[in-house]
């Protein structure tokens, strides 16, 4: 539903100025803008809102709310100094409050947008009664509720709904009748922008009027970074422009070759299939929506060839965005170099609102490589035979790492608490390799299964490019679960250095899985720094990563809350705590790490986490941007949250205002 003018002299001076810009008689849309020529830009990104365009509409008709939507100061640098913060409010403000936006603010910021304003209704209302209701719409929802493409296209829902309170979940409206759908930790408005200046006006907005501020692209997040209680979200999904640049020379001239300028929402299947057409391999995710250019590169961002060519952050030559004050700048090797380093790895929903980055992409290249999935059942061992033919693997993993391998598998305990594990490699592959040379990689670890009696029943597979290896033999993501949480380990590469920690290390992955009933994903995977790469503020973790570890545990819709609670607390104060004591000094992968961790801030950022902080006070003085575990979160807290799980739903407050 979009919200519509009500405030017809804005709406009169912006169509005025627009028509006036133009040089034509004909009066355009509600659209306050300025065109600012840059063949470096998308067509988007030159859409613009400047102090021009504001001190027009404000001398054209006086307009007092024009002040809504003025920038902060000056344009962010390596030395803007810091904001007394005691002047600020002390909360974000939401609905009901005095300070929240009027109906007629969030109209002026309607018809500045041309229109853009989407005012939330959840995803799930369609299955409760009300205006909204929709029996065939609600049955779509329920059948692909798990797929992430049903989230994709839904201004404001997440895949992972424990963040926002689990409310409006199409599976709870038992009937009609059933009126209980609220927003919860939803966002009350969002912003479809497809330009620059609709996203200055957004920036600007929130923070004169003190309020939240989040961003959303596809949906995917397992923290809860894009949603929260009464905010604005900028929904970026249609900002999905891609430029194939074939000679490419960044800025300081490190590089000069072929890159891809990627608009703020391309997903990953767009980039591969962009790189499968022109020839090239790029290093994107795994699952084939998760945006690219948002928390994927910003957090460093693994791959299926981050062997070969480093994180996703190691791609980054150059960064377009729109910063906390409002402005539009350019991040590179040559100019705001301190925001291009903090962004490649840095986290994202921090910085400000990316709309585009300039990324290197590569030759193709061959994959091979080889795929399994069983059960101890269907192989007919007992679990003490698994557990050495896993034990087989885990002790090779030095040789893979050394072959540039990426193994990505996954176990689990069989259903029932009667034994067995399910145990899945999808795929375990070596970019670059003939599948001959992997085959004879693999032949003594396959040798040894035989001994012992395991077979898989692998299939082999080579691919002249990483889109076939991609699009055939990795799994489908699953989501929309309320019944799970993840925590993550980077383990290094000293573990299988030194045989006592060897055995400690493999001891301790099993117990998760054997005596916890955890689930268990883990990668081989060598995540170096590609020489000609700049320094960034990835997680060093990943320089000496060897096997990285997804743990999670599971309940159901019958499990009591008193359980449930006693789930999380396991999760993060008893498993995850348990990789933390054999790899001190190593870390955890933000994208995918436990947002309760007690000690994120070493976890996912290492080293380099006191110098994201000094740039983060100077760019964002504030506060506008806050997430969850992310850079400077450290000040806020969400209000009446439970003490195992930080949801979105609930007042944001400057920690020191806190009794």
Sequence with gaps: MLLRATKWSLLAASATYAAGASGSGVHRPAFAYEVIENSALFDFEKIQLTDQVLAHLTALHRLSDVALFSFDGDAPDNTRSTHNSTSLPKCKSLPGDPAYPSQDDWASLDALSDGALIKTVPIGAVCYDGEVYDSRKCQFLLDNWNVSDTHVVDPTSVMSPIFVGQTCMPQDAVAPGNSSCTLGGFPSYSLNVTTVAQIQLAVNFARNQHLRLVIRNTGHDFLGKNTGEGALSIWTHHLNDIKVIHDYESAGGRYSG?????????????????????????????????????????????????????LGSDQVLSVDMVTPDGRFITADETQNTELFWAVRGGGAATWGVVTSMTVKVHPKTLVSGMEWDTTTVAMNITDDVFWKAIEAYWTRYPDFSAAKSYGYCRMSPLPGNTGGYAWRAKPFMVPGMALADFKQLVEPLLSEWAALGVDPNITFFEHDSLYGAWSQHFPRSVVGSRYGRTASRLLPRRNWEDAGLLRETIATVRGLVEDEGAFLVHYNINADAPPDAPDSAANPAWRDVIMFNIIGLTWDENTPAHEVAAIHERLTNDLAQRLKEISPGAGGYLNEGDVMDPEWADSFYGANYERLLQIKKRVDPKGLFWAPTAVGSEDWIVTDQKPYITTQFGRLCRKETMG
């Design 258 to 310: 072929p890159a891809f300028k990627l608009g703020a929402g391309v997903m990953v299947y767009e980039l591969y299939d962009a790189a499968e057409r022109e020839g090239y391999t790029a290093v994107g995710g795994e699952c084939r929506t998760v945006g690219v250019t948002g928390g994927y590169l910003a957090g460093g961002g693994h791959s299926p060839v981050t062997s070969i060519y480093g």
